[in-house]
């Protein structure tokens, strides 16, 4: 076996490694800003709109046979 190849192979093998590791916390982090931006636009776009009754108006369902 030669030993130079099998440790040029291993470094290149543990940089791969290393830069994987990296672009999925890059990939991760970016995912969590999105959802937040997305949650934000979710919660902009959509208002909660409270009922206030006044009055009779809507209160009764008249249904007839």
Known sequence: MDIAAMSTGMSHLQT??????KVNS???????????????????AAPVAV???EGALGHRVDIRV
């Open 26 to 44: 890059v990939v991760k982090d970016q995912m969590e800003a999105v959802g937040q931006q997305a949650l934000q636009l979710i919660e902009s």
């Open 51 to 53: 009922a206030k009754p």
């Open 16 to 21: 791969q490694t290393e830069h994987a590791a």
